[in-house]
Every structure is written in structure tokens, then in C-alpha cells.
């Protein structure tokens, strides 16, 4: 029985329109109708403040319409609230990419891992400084995206992004605010190979410098030196784990 009435709280809520037998079986049909709309509001809202921009370029009427399929397809995985956003990217992006203009993949893409930064845990506590001997601690949430767009930028008004290949690193500020900052392809495969965590800082540098065919000369090191010295300073980079002696 109680699972019963579970199923048909889920169908009320989550349903593309509550059915006759489910709101009977619930009793009190103005009151589910009034809780479903509640519900499905506050999940909206949600949305609509971490894709805020990717609603503003393809509408209120299309956005609202992603929001009610995916809740057709059943409620939502997870129990809180700052995850719900990543559901619906998972389940829109792929339709966006066939409905919308191109780069609004890309836009939902961006909004969504710069909230996913901005919502990360707690920043993990390395066990030594920063080295090359030891295994690199990168703060919580750091994403490496590629983008065929440059929706870190406003849009130009009416035409929306030219295409323009474009490499980024978002982390979060001690302010909590995503920061968005332009990579090249070797400082991109190094800051995933760093986010891993499974060799030391010197054999990934040594990995990604062969797989880009780069000689490590001294102008390869002041490079690499200025990366990780910036990547430090935005606390980026925390420090290391030192290898068992």
C-alpha cells in the first residue's frame, strides 16, 4: 500500500499530467495539485539560476519544455537540490545539440560545470608542498573543458558565438565564484594528468611533453614554471603527497 501511494506522489509530481486514479488514490486533488506545482517550481527555479544564460538564449517556451520532458521521463535521482541542474544538462544537452543553435551545447556545458565548481566539497588538505617528486593536490571541483565555442565571453548581440576552438580551466575563487581561465593544449593535458593524481608531477610532465612531441628545454620549463606558479596563486594547485619512503 505505501508503495503504492509512493509510485503515484512520483506520477503526480513528475508526470506529464497527473492521471484521475492517482490523485483519487491520494485524496485531496486540489491539494496534490497545488503540491505538485510547488514541487516542480522549486525544481525549475533550481535550473533556471545555474542555466541562466542557456535560458536566456533559447527561451522561456523551450527551456520550460526540457524541464517538463526530463520530468517525464521520473523524478530525479538524487535528494538535493544542488545536483538536480546536472540531471537535467545530462538529459538536455543532447537535444539542445540537435534543436537549438550550436553553440548552445556548448553555453549549457559551461553554466553547468561552472556550477558544478562552484558546488564542489570541501578542497582536500595535501600532505606536503607542492614538488615534483610527489603526487599533485588540485583544489575540489577543477574542470578542464573543450569547447568549440567561447561561451566564457558575452555573445555577440543577434548572431551568438563564432566558432573558435577554446580550451578551459574552471576553479573556484575563495569567494566561491567560478573562475574561468583559457589553456593551451599541452597546459590542458597537463592539468588533467595533475587532477588524476596517479604519478608524480615529474612523470606526467615528462608523459604529456612526449605525447605533444615537446623537447623539455629550458624555455619548456620557464613555461611549465609560470603554469604551475600561476596555478598555485589561484589555489589551483594545493601542495602534494609525498611518496612512501
Not at 79 to 101: D, G, H, K, M, N
Request: charged share 20%.
Amino acid at each position: 500500500m505505501l508503495a503504492d501511494h509512493a509510485k503515484a506522489m512520483q506520477r503526480v509530481c513528475f508526470g506529464a499530467e497527473p492521471s484521475k486514479a492517482d490523485l483519487e488514490l491520494l485524496g485531496s486533488r486540489e491539494r496534490w495539485l497545488v503540491y505538485r506545482d510547488l514541487v516542480r517550481t522549486r525544481l525549475s527555479n533550481v535550473i533556471g539560476v545555474a542555466l541562466a544564460r542557456t535560458k536566456s538564449a533559447i527561451g522561456d517556451e523551450a527551456f520550460s519544455r526540457a524541464i517538463d520532458e526530463w520530468l517525464a521521463t521520473g523524478s530525479p535521482r538524487t535528494r538535493y537540490l544542488r545536483y538536480v541542474p546536472s540531471e537535467l544538462a545530462e538529459f538536455a544537452i543532447p537535444i539542445w545539440q540537435r534543436t537549438e543553435a550550436p553553440w548552445v551545447a556548448d553555453l549549457a556545458g559551461y553554466e553547468i560545470a561552472a556550477w558544478e565548481v562552484r558546488h564542489a566539497p570541501r578542497n582536500p588538505t595535501p600532505s606536503a608542498e607542492f614538488a615534483f617528486d610527489s603526487k599533485p593536490v588540485l583544489a575540489a571541483g577543477v574542470k578542464v573543458l573543450r569547447l568549440a565555442y567561447p561561451v566564457q565571453n558575452e555573445p555577440t548581440p543577434n548572431t551568438g558565438y563564432a566558432p573558435d576552438p577554446t580550451i578551459l580551466c574552471l576553479y573556484r575563487d575563495k569567494n566561491h565564484r567560478t573562475i574561468p581561465r583559457k589553456l593551451n593544449p599541452l597546459a590542458a593535458d597537463l592539468l588533467e594528468a595533475w587532477r588524476a593524481a596517479d604519478q608524480t608531477v615529474a612523470e606526467s610532465v615528462q608523459q604529456v611533453a612526449a605525447a605533444h612531441h615537446a623537447q623539455i628545454t629550458p624555455v619548456f620549463i620557464e613555461k611549465l614554471s609560470t603554469l604551475i606558479a600561476d596555478s598555485i596563486q589561484r589555489g589551483i594547485l594545493l601542495g602534494g603527497h609525498s611518496p612512501p619512503s
